[in-house]
Each structure stands twice: as structure tokens, then as C-alpha cells.
């Protein structure tokens, strides 16, 4: 079955204690990318990657890094999470960021910052 | 940049009402037009999607037209049921790095 995964689907976590968000994709997509979504705001886009080795900043980057060494993952790490980094986030892919294309989302990772 | 405007909700209907949920955006070229849908706990999935003028695309019942003349989306359907309940989303595709989504329309059918 062709999807897009995320772990873990739900975390508390302390301000300051470093975390990652997993994704992975069984599609052979090489487009992956990283959104938020809050409440009024829709989603926003973090970070997204082309391909393998290749990622760039989205609209809301700040306190977030990614990394793509293998096709399939796209990590999501927050350094030093921060209260307003709470928030519903979902990773997506597609196979290539041109038109027409759809993006298969994964089913969320709900982020609670204390 | 890239905007779009949808309908603010909640959206209250009774099941078997005829919905609209308008959608208007701002691209430059000629995007392709996404509707996703979000289900109470899970991710977002394609509900229909359109590539050029005119074009109508349609699923589960759902329909919308790319109107390039008024650079609408807007989705409809005929007689919505209590599992549309949902919030819909409207998505330009201009082929950079990101779909655009608008705020969401959240959808409420009632019995």
C-alpha cells in the first residue's frame, strides 16, 4: 500500500530537550516536505526536499532542520523546541514539484511543547 | 506570491443541502487547482483537482471548475451526508516548491 508514515503520531515534550519526527515514503517520491498546521493559518510549509541531499527553507523554517541521505526519509529535528513550536505537523511527498502532481500526506504528528 | 482566499466556517448544513465552499486565488501562470480534504484525526488526501481552464474535476459526488477568467475553484456538491463532515481545503499548484493552502473550510452536516 503506498504511504506516507510518521512517528511519533503524538508527543509531549519539555522546552529545550531536543526532538525528531520521522517520515518515510514507499512511493519512490524524490519531492518531500515537511508543514504545520494551526488553527486560521492552514498549512504552512517548513522545509522541503527535491531530492536526496537536497533540501531548502519553506515559509516558517526557524527552529527546525531536515535532512534527506536516503530517498525515502525525510527527518524532522527541532534543536531546542520552544512552546510555539506546538502544533500539528504532517510530511508530505509527491514525485516531482510540477503541476498536476498530488501530494500524499501523512496522517499528522501532534506536538505538545511545555 | 501565491494566495488563496477561502470561506471562512464552520459551514452548517443538514444532510441532503446542496454545498459551496468558494475558493479564489492569486498565481502567476497557470497553477493547477487541488481540492484536499482532512477527516477528523488524519492526514490530508486528494478530494478532485483540475490542470487547465475549464477543466471540471469531480469525485465522491464533489465537483469544481478551474474558472480562469475569475480565478475561482469552488467546490460543490448536490446533496452532502453526514461523513462529508470534514474541513476542505483549496490548494493552487504552480509548480515551485509548495502548494499553497488556503485556511481551510470546516464542514458540518447534520443528521
Known amino acids: 500500500e503506498a504511504q506516507v508514515t510518521q512517528n511519533p503520531r503524538y508527543l509531549i515534550t519539555v522546552t529545550g530537550k531536543k526532538l525528531t519526527v520521522t517520515c518515510s515514503q514507499n512511493?519512490?517520491?524524490?519531492?518531500m516536505s515537511w508543514y504545520r498546521q494551526d488553527p486560521g493559518l492552514g498549512l504552512r510549509q517548513i522545509y522541503y526536499?527535491?531530492?536526496?541531499?537536497?533540501?531548502d527553507k519553506g515559509d516558517v523554517p526557524e527552529g527546525y532542520k531536515v535532512s534527506r541521505k536516503e530517498k525515502r526519509n525525510f527527518p524532522l529535528i527541532l534543536e531546542s523546541p520552544s512552546p510555539n513550536q506546538t502544533s500539528l505537523y504532517f510530511c508530505?511527498?509527491?514525485?516531482?514539484?510540477?503541476?498536476?502532481?498530488?501530494?500524499?500526506f501523512g496522517p499528522g504528528t501532534r506536538l505538545l511543547v511545555l | 506570491g501565491d494566495s488563496v482566499t477561502q470561506m471562512e466556517g464552520p459551514v452548517t448544513l443538514s444532510e441532503e443541502a446542496f454545498l459551496t465552499i468558494n475558493c479564489t486565488y492569486t498565481?502567476?501562470?497557470?497553477?493547477?487547482l487541488f481540492w484536499y480534504v482532512q477527516y477528523p484525526g488524519e492526514g490530508l488526501q486528494l478530494l478532485l483537482k483540475?490542470?487547465?481552464?475549464?477543466d471540471k474535476g469531480s469525485n465522491k459526488g464533489f465537483e469544481a471548475t478551474y474558472r480562469k477568467e475569475t480565478t475561482s475553484f469552488h467546490l460543490e456538491k448536490g446533496s452532502v451526508q453526514v461523513s462529508d463532515s470534514a474541513v476542505y481545503f483549496c490548494?493552487?499548484?504552480?509548480?515551485?516548491?509548495?502548494?499553497?493552502f488556503g485556511s481551510g473550510t470546516r464542514l458540518q452536516v447534520q443528521p
Open positions: 508530505a511527498s509527491s514525485g516531482r514539484p510540477a503541476r498536476g502532481e498530488t501530494q500524499y
Open positions: 512511493m519512490n517520491h524524490e519531492y
Open positions: 526536499s527535491m531530492n536526496v541531499e537536497v533540501t
Open positions: 498565481a502567476t501562470g497557470y497553477p493547477s
Open positions: 483540475a490542470t487547465k481552464a475549464d
Open positions: 490548494a493552487p499548484d504552480t509548480g515551485r516548491r509548495a502548494l499553497t
